[in-house]
């Protein structure tokens, strides 16, 4: 499994700052940041594309409920006075902008936000990618922070756009599940798509191990170890929204909330299943390299064996002396060829009585 790597832009200005300094510290972005607004309910659905904050407040002040995506964040001064539009708080603001957080959620008085790491596969299908992805859920809006463009809820919004589901007939707080949901379900895929690689693996080990295969199975693990690193602090924070009482969470939506923890834990438990089939397959890997070493160093073994007397006969009769028996015999030579001949298949004929060979 590949993984994309990308530049990263990192702010050592952040050290010894205060709590609460907006500052970006990700990866960089080569496209600006752009805000888009999707304005529903059960009878609109709109998406606007907006330039500036001005037209983002003309949608705020409809009775429609809005989700406004935010790609890209290193337009810092752009961001705080969006903050300042949605009275967030400074941590929260520092929060989105720190692309290296640990998934959380976090109950503000006015606001709940929920971070994790959003994972997908590019158009290759096999290198697999990750950004973070930030939720603020306001009383009728939905704010979602990016670090770039493209993302996994294109079905998400095609099922909004159609009317299908509940997400056009709820509000935020169910759209702020949903997304959380899709992810969950994104997680689950990858975790099958790795044991559909280790069903090759599996099978290249059985029918011709190279070093190749070792290292896809370490490549394996790492991804693994990754995905299990977000996995974790997702669960727990799941659970905490689960538990939330915040008057910005309608009761039916809990539920829903409480089915996207048992995903999680579903998802935590077969990834735990992938990685202990990787050790088990590393195992047998390093076993089987090992017995074919043990065959050829008693293959070897066996040949050398083998040629120990007769080069012990052919060296006795490569002395100059001018004085030994057998010099002069007129059957001499047929008779060290019969004798040597004789000798290694005693020896050969003993080796398979005692199943060495």
Same mark, same amino acid.
């Given at each position: 499994?590949?993984?994309?790597?990308?530049?990263?832009?990192?702010?050592?200005?952040?050290?010894?700052?205060?709590?609460?300094?907006?500052?970006?510290?990700?990866?960089?972005?080569?496209?600006?940041?752009?805000?888009?607004?999707?304005?529903?309910?059960?009878?609109?659905?709109?998406?606007?594309?907006?330039?500036?904050?001005?037209?983002?407040?003309?949608?705020?002040?409809?009775?429609?409920?809005?989700?406004?995506?935010?790609?890209?964040?290193?337009?810092?001064?752009?961001?705080?006075?969006?903050?300042?539009?949605?009275?967030?708080?400074?941590?929260?603001?520092?929060?989105?902008?720190?692309?290296?957080?640990?998934?959380?959620?976090?109950?503000?008085?006015?606001?709940?936000?929920?971070?994790?790491?959003?994972?997908?596969?590019?158009?290759?299908? !096999?290198?697999?990618?990750?950004?973070?992805?930030?939720?603020?859920?306001?009383?009728?809006?939905?704010?979602?922070?990016?670090?770039?463009?493209?993302?996994?809820?294109?079905?998400?919004?095609?099922?909004?756009?159609?009317?299908?589901?509940?997400?056009?007939?709820?509000?935020?707080?169910?759209?702020?599940?949903?997304?959380?949901?899709?992810?969950?379900?994104?997680?689950?895929?990858?975790? !099958?798509?790795?044991?559909?690689?280790?069903?090759?693996?599996?099978?290249?080990?059985?029918?011709?191990?190279?070093?190749?295969?070792?290292?896809?199975?370490?490549?394996?693990?790492?991804?693994?170890?990754?995905?299990?690193?977000?996995?974790?602090?997702?669960?727990?924070?799941?659970?905490?929204?689960?538990?939330?009482?915040?008057? @910005?969470?309608?009761?039916?939506?809990?539920?829903?909330?409480?089915?996207?923890?048992?995903?999680?834990?579903?998802?935590?438990?077969?990834?735990?299943?992938?990685? !202990?089939?990787?050790?088990?397959?590393?195992?047998?890997?390093?076993?089987?390299?090992? !017995?074919?070493?043990?065959?050829?160093?008693?293959?070897?073994?066996?040949?050398?064996?083998?040629?120990?007397?007769?080069?012990?006969?052919?060296?006795?009769?490569?002395?100059?002396?001018?004085?030994?028996?057998?010099?002069?015999?007129?059957?001499?030579? @047929?008779?060290?060829?019969?004798?040597?001949?004789?000798?290694?298949?005693?020896?050969?004929?003993?080796?398979?009585?005692?199943?060495?060979?």
């Amino acid at each position: 499994m590949k993984r994309r790597h990308r530049h990263t832009k990192t702010n050592v200005m952040k050290l010894g700052m205060p709590p609460g300094t907006p500052m970006y510290v990700g990866e960089a972005s080569a496209s600006p940041t752009s805000l888009t607004v999707v304005e529903y309910d059960a009878n609109l659905y709109e998406v606007v594309q907006c330039r500036t904050l001005e037209e983002v407040d003309s949608y705020r002040k409809s009775p429609t409920t809005t989700w406004l995506n935010i790609d890209g964040l290193e337009d810092v001064p752009l961001l705080e006075r969006l903050a300042k539009r949605f009275q967030l708080h400074p941590l929260l603001l520092e929060d989105v902008l720190n692309t290296r957080q640990r998934p959380k959620f976090e109950d503000y008085p006015e606001h709940l936000f929920f971070v994790f790491r959003m994972y997908s596969f590019e158009p290759d299908g !096999e290198t697999l990618k990750s950004e973070q992805l930030s939720l603020v859920l306001g009383k009728d809006y939905l704010l979602s922070f990016q670090e770039e463009k493209g993302d996994i809820y294109d079905m998400l919004r095609e099922r909004m756009r159609l009317g299908k589901g509940r997400v056009r007939t709820s509000g935020p707080d169910y759209l702020f599940y949903a997304m959380l949901d899709v992810a969950m379900d994104y997680y689950l895929l990858i975790v !099958e798509h790795f044991e559909a690689h280790l069903d090759h693996i599996e099978e290249e080990l059985l029918t011709n191990p190279t070093e190749r295969t070792l290292q896809k199975m370490y490549e394996h693990r790492r991804d693994a170890v990754e995905l299990r690193r977000s996995l974790l602090p997702l669960r727990e924070a799941l659970s905490q929204f689960a538990r939330c009482e915040s008057p @910005l969470l309608q009761p039916e939506t809990r539920l829903y909330i409480r089915d996207a923890c048992d995903h999680a834990q579903r998802a935590l438990d077969a990834l735990d299943h992938y990685r !202990e089939s990787i050790a088990t397959l590393t195992e047998i890997y390093l076993s089987t390299m090992s !017995e074919r070493m043990n065959q050829v160093i008693k293959r070897l073994t066996l040949v050398a064996t083998i040629f120990i007397p007769l080069t012990f006969v052919v060296g006795v009769y490569g002395m100059n002396f001018d004085y030994m028996p057998e010099l002069r015999w007129k059957y001499g030579y @047929l008779a060290v060829w019969i004798a040597m001949i004789t000798l290694v298949t005693a020896m050969l004929l003993y080796f398979k009585k005692r199943r060495w060979i």
